[in-house]
Structures are given as C-alpha cells and as structure tokens.
C-alpha cells in the first residue's frame, strides 16, 4: 500500500478517470422486468462524473465487458467520454483510449472490482477497488473505497481527485454561493 503522501501525488497527475460499470457505477445488480434491463445508479456517482469533466477538467471513461442499454443511456445522460461495452479485453480498450485521450497509464484512475478489471488495474496510475471486489483485485488496489460500489464509491474517489488537483475547495465556493 502506498504512503497518504505517495497516494496524493498520484491523484495530482490523473488526467484520465476510468472504471468498470457493474458493481463499481452499480451494486452489481442486474433486474430484467421483460426484455428491458434496469440498473440503479447513484445520484452522487453522477453528480461527481459532471464535476469531474466540468470543474476538474478530466476526461471520464467506462469500461465494461457486459453490452447494457441502461449503461449506453446513463453514459449519454452524463456525457461520459469514452463508453467501451464489449466482451474484449478492457486493457485493449483503454489502450486505445489513452491515444484517443494523449495520455499515459500513470495519469489514468482505473476503479474495478473483477477479474476482468485485473490488467487495467495492474496498469493504472492509480488503481482502486470497492470493498467488496476479489481478493485478487484488492491486491492490486492502491485505495480501497469505504463506501460500496452502486452507493457513492466513484464521487469519493472523485472527491480525492478534486482534492489532491486543488479544485474541491473552488467547488465548495461556487456551490454555497
């Protein structure tokens, strides 16, 4: 595990968030009432995405390998960056999402909780897990969340993002005004 200190001054370089849908944008659970999938995002997780992109000035990316409607139309309602919803390996991805971007893995935040996620997460500048993520993801993880995913996990690392790159405070400002 890093040091409080070495772990800020890798929230200061990200330029580049990423993270997996299912069980870190969501608890995981998927409901099918029909042939319609229904998946329940966070409130806070979205509102954090948008300070993220318009206040931070960060590039925002999901990456998961389950195709998912529910997740196409909450990425367009939020105007993530770069969507990726394909069976393929996630590294591959956000490989090219990085040329897309101009950006190197030590600037990327990759949030997973899945073997899956296991390479971005081995990558990634800053890789981090929610509470419940495998044990092999875990291991990997340079921050772990207290808050589970689906229920605020992204806004908390967005929050340390804005933090360590000196923006929160300005926010705070704004927002009380």
């Given at each position: 595990?890093?040091?409080?200190?070495?772990?800020?001054?890798?929230?200061?370089?990200?330029?580049?968030?990423?993270?997996?849908?299912?069980?870190?944008?969501?608890?995981g659970?998927?409901?099918?009432?029909?042939?319609?999938?229904?998946?329940?995002?966070?409130?806070?997780d979205?509102?954090?995405?948008?300070?993220?992109?318009?206040?931070?000035?960060?590039?925002?990316?999901?990456?998961?390998a389950?195709?998912?409607?529910?997740?196409?139309?909450?990425?367009?309602?939020?105007?993530?960056?770069?969507?990726?919803?394909?069976?393929?390996?996630?590294?591959?991805?956000?490989?090219?999402?990085?040329?897309?971007?101009?950006?190197?893995?030590?600037?990327?935040?990759?949030?997973?909780?899945?073997?899956?996620?296991?390479?971005?997460?081995?990558?990634?500048?800053?890789?981090?897990?929610?509470?419940?993520?495998?044990?092999?993801?875990?291991?990997?993880?340079?921050?772990?969340t207290?808050?589970?995913?689906?229920?605020?996990?992204?806004?908390?690392?967005?929050?340390?993002?804005?933090?360590?790159?000196?923006?929160?405070?300005?926010?705070?400002?704004?927002?009380?005004?």
């Amino acid at each position: 595990m890093l040091t409080n200190e070495q772990l800020t001054e890798r929230w200061k370089r990200v330029r580049l968030f990423l993270c997996d849908v299912d069980g870190v944008l969501t608890d995981g659970t998927v409901t099918f009432s029909g042939h319609e999938e229904m998946k329940q995002f966070h409130v806070f997780d979205g509102l954090g995405t948008r300070l993220l992109r318009e206040h931070g000035g960060i590039k925002v990316g999901w990456i998961s390998a389950r195709p998912s409607a529910a997740t196409t139309r909450r990425a367009e309602e939020l105007k993530v960056d770069f969507l990726y919803q394909d069976r393929a390996p996630k590294v591959a991805a956000i490989e090219g999402i990085l040329a897309r971007a101009g950006c190197r893995w030590e600037e990327v935040c990759y949030m997973g909780d899945d073997l899956v996620d296991l390479g971005a997460l081995r990558r990634a500048g800053v890789a981090v897990c929610v509470p419940d993520a495998l044990p092999a993801a875990l291991a990997l993880a340079h921050y772990v969340t207290a808050r589970p995913g689906g229920r605020g996990a992204v806004r908390e690392v967005i929050e340390l993002i804005l933090k360590a790159q000196n923006k929160w405070e300005k926010l705070l400002r704004d927002y009380s005004a």
